[in-house]
């Protein structure tokens, strides 16, 4: 029966040829979407890294400092702000950062490890955040082995750095990054690994995995530049009013700067509806099309029906039941989409071939193929539902009695 | 082999109500060789679809090897006409994206048969009509004729035990038409009942005796 | 004739309501987006209040900065509207104003934002707000740092309640205290010049770095004293641009800007080959080739189900032409189906997008949108519906019309 079927459709390929078309760019859209959806999706399962419950951040806005004199009296006000948002009453623990998490802003730089020998390995993008010692407590990081910054550090003549597990990972391989030697960069001071913490996902739950790396900012050091904001871990139960009372506090301690207060949770919201918007909308025009297609398609199978009226009234008439008539119809779209949807196929492996598709892993591809191959098929049968049941409510007599 | 008892056929459209048989009474023994004629829309397309179990009696009873059908699910229906009968039409109604052997095949698909049996019964029953060398051609590829000859083909390579023509030769000329009632008579001979509806009076009489109808009675 | 025709097509398309329903679907369906996507194009780019002068109004929207190794693109800085948009030549006024951002004010233990704008006295005449209480702030105001606002109807609802006067009322936000001066009614958010809850003076900014700096988040209006004079200022604008002193050299050499329409603007947002001088053309073109190729699919699909219903009547056509009936006649015919078909499938994507705009305004997507269909936008999608009309059937006619009446008897439609 599937031969048969299948030299049906071969020898119908001219007739068929919309339908095949229509098939095929169906699934590229319907895999861009899915390989799109699979991707956030996995992401979002990964660890975060951190917790930004009752975590509110401040947000200062200060001038660019013009002279070696202003930057170091703008440290100087930075300590004062943040020993001043410690003293609040219901701020339990205070660190500055000059990005928060779930910020689009990002710092990356190029790094390697310090060889033992000879030239250093080529350089890893790594996104940096230059944080206060309180950091690791107020959003709760992990940490792996090695140990966290502490004010002792600020008497070490290098500048102490904490990778998280990806950077750890590109950087140093198998090998424990604790204590070794970042390659020297021009402009920067000498940096060493003295801890690593679990995978850090600065830009939220549907980001992709990314190398990330703290380096120490010492709120004494004229030379640094200012964090531009502060993570705050309030006490449970804390009202967004209490806001108010922070700025106040801190507008008096440093006047000529403007401060802005919200909520970490509000922040990932925004991170996430920008993440999602996008693909919402590309979901959408692919749902049109899709709409478009299986009308299309339905359209296009019942043409079908009404021309081979008299095939299948002769079909009918040498035995075939109503279901054998059924099966002939999907069967026959069935057929059609593979030959679509294996072209389409081909075309789409080409993308991790021709490594066009960067850090995408293999695991998240093929489940998005396989999540598309599965829609195309769902879609397709659907759309046959309709035309096969009336083929099968074709009368014999009536079709065969046509002049 | 086939007997209607009583049997009358009205069409039923939104406005007008057709009586196409009224009150047949029809024996046929397994070996006849039937012809039924008439004029033009008095019923002998039906009496065939009747017969065939393409479609139900208004009124009366079929009964068909020996067993009357009645309240048959569409299933043993199409069992039934898959086993016991093969039909071979006016306009032939060969499909003609497919070739000739795969045309000829059409009625074992509906049967379980292996690939390999099928093919060798097509080849058999096609060669059983002088078409051997036709196998792959497709049937626009095929003159009048040799295009009635595949249906014959495909008629019977299920083995059936009747077969029902309509107007088989009415799309054929003459010579065309002898070579047909030609293979039609052999296969008569062979064992197979055969009910053929024309209004040539000529094959008519080859056959063994005839049925006429008018305004869908039968008249003698 | 035509009622003749007409009572036909309502037959044909009865007899097949399968092939009807889905044609009706895919056009109505097609016709929703592309009519929500002019709903909402026609609702950025077409004058609508406050923005009514739009013929005569240019804005400088965009800046980008390049130099050995570094660019940058963004929003113009206010001493570089200070130095190269005032008194151009035939300019009738100028304002300079801040892009939109979010200010936080806690009344009565609530939490609430808005959207704050800041900018000049000349804004006011510039751009025609419609004021329910008071009027604006002034340019003595702004020169003199007066803490006045304006609000619209929405935030004076949110602080005061509703159905109250609020001028003269004291209005806090990011900390700092603004006497209302003038209630306006609220401005679409897609209206991105005039946009914003609140409008304050630029002197009220916390920080003065904002008058030194030629980067930052201004842009300028310029209403022009009639159509005619706009090129005079684009020009003067240019070469003032070229002309521009850069106060730190070493960092950037060369300004890119102009005296734009909203969509020229836009171009130079989105193409990368806009950096420097707008293409709108270009931008329209990549935008019209879009709406295309969106069109492609229901228009194939449509065209195949217009195919199908000629092919299945292929022996009554035969028919015809062996009677006498003219091709043209035929054509006729089939084209007022189509039309009849298209334009009902058009009424229905006509109710669909009204509701479908009504379904965003609702859901606060687009904030303060009011997403009408005015007669130009109903107009729009008329010629679009027809255009379709025209483009699925021209091939089936064309079938039509090369059928042979012998072989169509036959039932060969070739």
Redesign the interface.
């Known amino acids: 029966m599937i031969r048969h079927l299948l030299k049906l459709a071969w020898n119908r390929k001219r007739a068929n040829a919309l339908i095949l078309v229509e098939i095929f760019f169906s699934f590229l859209v319907v895999f861009a979407v899915a390989l799109q959806a699979v991707y956030l999706w996995t992401n979002l399962r990964r660890p975060l890294g951190f917790d930004v419950e009752d975590a509110w951040t401040v947000t200062m806005e200060m001038d660019r400092p013009a002279d070696e004199d202003a930057t170091r009296r703008q440290i100087e006000t930075f300590a004062r702000v943040l020993r001043e948002a410690e003293r609040l009453d219901r701020v339990e623990r205070v660190a500055g950062a000059m990005v928060v998490p779930y910020s689009d802003e990002s710092r990356t730089e190029g790094l390697s490890k310090e060889p033992e020998t000879g030239t250093a390995p080529p350089p890893v993008s790594v996104e940096i955040d230059e944080v206060t010692d309180g950091f690791a407590d107020v959003v709760d990081l992990d940490l792996v082995s090695g140990r966290w910054f502490e004010p002792a550090d600020a008497a070490l003549a290098w500048m102490p750095v904490v990778l998280d597990l990806e950077a750890a990972r590109v950087l140093f391989g198998d090998e424990d990054p604790v204590g070794r030697w970042l390659a020297q960069e021009p402009d920067r001071p000498r940096r060493r690994v003295v801890g690593v913490v679990s995978d850090f996902r600065q830009h939220g739950e549907l980001s992709g995995p990314q190398p990330y790396m703290f380096e120490r900012v010492s709120v004494t050091e004229p030379s640094h530049r200012t964090p531009r904001n502060l993570v705050l871990k309030m006490a449970p139960g804390t009202t967004a009013d209490y806001e108010e009372a922070i700025l106040a506090r801190l507008r008096g301690v440093a006047p000529e700067w403007t401060f802005g207060v919200k909520a970490l949770d509000v922040v990932r919201g925004t991170n996430l509806r920008l993440r999602v918007i996008p693909l919402g909308a590309v979901a959408l025009i692919a749902a049109f099309l899709l709409a478009m297609v299986a009308l299309g398609l339905t359209g296009v199978l019942w043409q079908n029906v009404v021309q081979r009226t008299r095939e299948i009234g002769l079909r009918r008439a040498n035995g075939a039941t109503r279901t054998a008539i059924h099966r002939q119809v999907v069967g026959e779209l069935m057929m059609m989409t593979t030959s679509a949807v294996a072209l389409g196929t081909l075309l789409v492996v080409q993308l991790p071939i021709l490594e066009l598709l960067g850090s995408l892993s293999p695991e998240v591809f093929s489940a998005g193929l396989v999540a598309a191959l599965t829609l195309i098929y769902a879609l397709t049968a659907v759309c046959a539902l309709y035309p096969s049941w009336m083929a099968g409510r074709v009368q014999p007599a009536e079709a065969l009695r046509w002049e | 082999m086939i007997r209607l008892e009583n049997v009358s056929k009205v069409y039923r459209t939104d406005r007008v109500e057709t009586l196409a048989l009224d009150n047949v009474n029809l024996e046929i023994e397994p070996g006849d060789f039937v012809a039924v004629m008439g004029p033009s829309g008095c019923g002998k397309s039906t009496l065939l679809n009747l017969m065939g179990l393409l479609d139900e009696p208004s009124e009366g009873k079929v009964a068909l090897d020996g067993r009357a059908i009645e309240r048959y699910q569409d299933r043993h229906l199409a069992r039934l006409r898959n086993e016991k009968i093969g039909f071979i039409f006016q306009q032939f109604h060969l499909v003609s994206d497919l070739s000739v052997v795969d045309n000829v095949e059409i009625p074992l698909l509906y049967r379980r048969t292996s690939n390999r049996e099928r093919r060798r019964r097509a080849l058999a029953a096609l060669d059983r009509v002088g078409l051997s060398s036709r196998v792959h051609h497709f049937p626009t590829q095929l003159s009048g004729g040799q295009q009635q000859r595949v249906a014959i083909a495909r008629a019977i390579v299920g083995g059936p035990k009747v077969l029902l023509a309509d107007e088989p030769t009415g799309n054929l000329d003459s010579q065309m038409g002898d070579e047909v009632m030609e293979i039609l008579e052999e296969l008569n001979e062979d064992g197979a009942t055969v009910v053929m509806v024309t209004h040539d009076g000529r094959l008519a009489q080859r056959t063994h005796r005839t049925v006429r109808l008018f305004d869908g009675r039968q008249v003698h | 004739m035509l009622r003749n025709y007409l009572k036909i097509a309502l037959k044909v398309l009865l007899r097949r309501k399968?092939?009807t329903a889905?044609?009706l679907?895919?056009i109505s369906?097609?016709l929703v987006?592309l009519m929500v996507t002019t709903a909402l194009f026609d609702h950025v780019f077409a004058p609508h209040p406050p923005e009514t002068r739009l013929d005569r109004t240019l804005g400088i929207y965009t800046l980008r900065l390049e130099g050995e190794g570094s660019r940058s693109s963004g929003f113009p800085g206010y001493a570089f509207l200070e130095q190269t948009a005032r008194d151009l030549p035939g300019a009738e006024r100028m304002t300079i104003y801040s892009l939109q951002q979010r200010a936080?004010s806690?009344p009565d233990?609530?939490?609430v934002l808005s959207w704050l704008k800041r900018t000049d006295g000349e804004f006011w005449n510039v751009l025609d707000f419609r004021f329910v209480e008071g009027g604006p702030f002034t340019a003595e105001d702004e020169a003199n740092g007066h803490f006045v606002a304006v609000i619209n109807e929405t935030t004076r609802e949110r602080f005061f309640g509703p159905d109250t006067q609020a001028v003269g009322r004291p209005i806090e936000l990011?900390?700092q205290r603004y006497r209302v001066v003038g209630v306006v009614e609220d401005v679409p958010f897609l209206r991105f010049s005039a946009f914003a809850d609140v409008w304050v003076p630029i002197s009220t900014k916390?920080?003065t770095?904002y008058r030194h700096e030629i980067r930052g988040g201004f842009q300028a209006l310029i209403l022009a004293d009639s159509e005619e004079a706009k090129p005079l200022i684009r020009e003067e604008l240019q070469s003032r641009v070229a002309d521009f002193q850069f106060p730190d050299p070493d960092e950037f050499q060369v300004a890119y800007t102009g005296a734009d329409t909203l969509f020229e603007a836009l171009s130079r947002m989105l193409l990368p080959e806009a950096a420097h001088q707008a293409q709108p053309g270009r931008l329209l073109t990549i935008l019209l080739t879009m709406a295309v190729l969106f069109m492609v699919?229901?228009a194939?699909?449509l065209t195949?189900?217009n195919l199908?219903r000629i092919?299945?009547r292929t022996s009554e056509i035969g028919v015809r032409k062996a009677f006498g009936g003219s091709t043209r006649e035929l054509v006729g015919q089939f084209l007022v189906e189509n039309v009849v078909l298209t334009l009902l499938g058009g009424a229905i994507g006509l109710a669909l997008s009204a509701l479908a705009l009504g379904a965003i305004e609702e859901s606060g997507l687009i904030p303060y949108a009011e997403l009408t269909l005015n007669p130009r936008i109903f107009l729009w999608g008329l010629a679009m519906a027809l255009f379709f009309a025209v483009l699925s059937g021209v091939y089936p006619a064309w079938r039509m019309a090369r059928m042979s009446p012998v072989r169509a008897l036959r039932g060969r439609s070739t």
């Open positions: 399968f092939f889905i044609s679907f895919g369906l097609t987006v936080v806690y233990r609530r939490k990011d900390g916390a920080s770095a699919l229901p194939v699909n195949n189900l199908s092919l299945e």
